[in-house]
């Protein structure tokens, strides 16, 4: 059977730090499903039809890898996508903390549906969206945290 895995979250933006879990991951599973929730409680900054193309752009020449957000329970967005597989990130202690309470409810919630975490490199402990999307707000040059594919210009930003 096809082991497709959804990597949940914001990617407000998207940052090297993501991209190199989606990459990691490519060896353990078939497909990943980069999904975007749409209904957190967390306010967007970028719009979301942005985050999904920037994230398209990143991995255009992987098709193994889609692009899609979702509005509903994570765990009943992979059910819908045949994803027995959720992908996860840890950087610190504190990310283990609020990953577990989200990974033991989703499994409480559906059994068939596995949560993988991979750490982070080293290299990218510190690397989080929420400090990326202040260094662009104030103008800041953020390149060295943002996939290589993707260059934001003065259009794309929201000052
Ligand atoms: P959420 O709103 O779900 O926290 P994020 O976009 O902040 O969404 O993160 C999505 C996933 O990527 C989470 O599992 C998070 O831990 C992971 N992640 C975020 N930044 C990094 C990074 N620098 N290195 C590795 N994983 C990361």
Redesign the pocket.
Known sequence: MEKIAV??????P?????E??VRRGLQIFDKIIVAI?AN?E?AEYFPLKTRVKWIKKVFENEPRIEVATYSSLTVDFCKKVNARFL?????TAA?FE??RAIAQVNHAMEKDIEVV?????PE???????LVREIIKYGGDASKFLPAALHLNKADRKD
Do not use: V
């Open positions: 990597f949940p979250g914001s990617f407000d998207f940052t090297i730090g993501h190199s879990i929730g957190t967390k992908l996860r990130g840890l950087r990310d609020y990953e975490f991979l750490l982070t490199l990218h402990t510190f690397i989080n969206s929420t």
